[in-house]
């Protein structure tokens, strides 16, 4: 197929070697696995699972670069995924993640889990659509940061999904 074949350039900062990449899965895609996955040459590149940030849990440099090191052995590009429903400490993880050599920040808008969902994260982002492109912008305007997103349809999409996605290219998103 040769469209998963292409390289995916995301912007100036970031062109991924492949359309297709693995999916993170938390609580699966542990060291061990990084370690073999990486030693086997199996990815051009990595998703993490999400780090949850929030006003009082915004993590240190040091924190992000000791829960990056796994992935960046392998010398493939990072892009680092953030859990949260606040654009200030997003924002500053994502410029954090950026000064640690993450190539990119996706911004998980999607989780379903119902813990995630009652702390006001992943899918529950969703319902309150003006937070969650509020939290695009901040994220979007952190020099460095190639902005991606992780979505669900939502919970009540009347425009239509095709409608969200623009609104949020248009908010800073290059890749959803």
């Known amino acids: 197929m040769r469209l998963f074949s ?12 492949r359309r297709a990449f693995l999916s993170p899965l938390q609580g699966v895609t542990t060291t061990p696995f990084l370690q073999a996955a990486n030693e086997l040459g199996l990815v051009d590149f990595w998703m993490t699972p999400f780090y949850s940030v929030g006003a009082s849990s915004i993590p240190s440099r ?17 892009i680092a995924q953030l859990l949260g429903h606040e654009p200030g400490p997003l924002a500053e993880a994502a410029r954090l993640l950026a000064d640690c050599g993450a190539e990119g920040v996706n911004l998980n808008f999607a989780c379903p889990s119902k813990t995630v969902l009652r702390s006001g994260n992943g899918g529950a982002c969703l319902r309150d659509e003006s937070l969650a492109l509020r939290i695009t912008e901040a ?38």
């Open 6 to 17: 292409e390289p995916l350039r995301i912007d100036d900062r970031l062109t991924l070697p």
């Open 62 to 78: 040091g924190a992000l670069r000791r829960w990056l090191a796994p992935y960046r052995k392998a010398g493939a590009p990072v």
């Open 139 to 176: 994220v979007a305007a952190v020099p460095g940061v190639s902005l991606s997103l992780k979505l669900r349809s939502g919970w009540d999409a009347p425009d239509g999904l095709a409608s969200r996605v623009r609104r949020f290219c248009s908010a800073g998103a290059k890749m959803i």
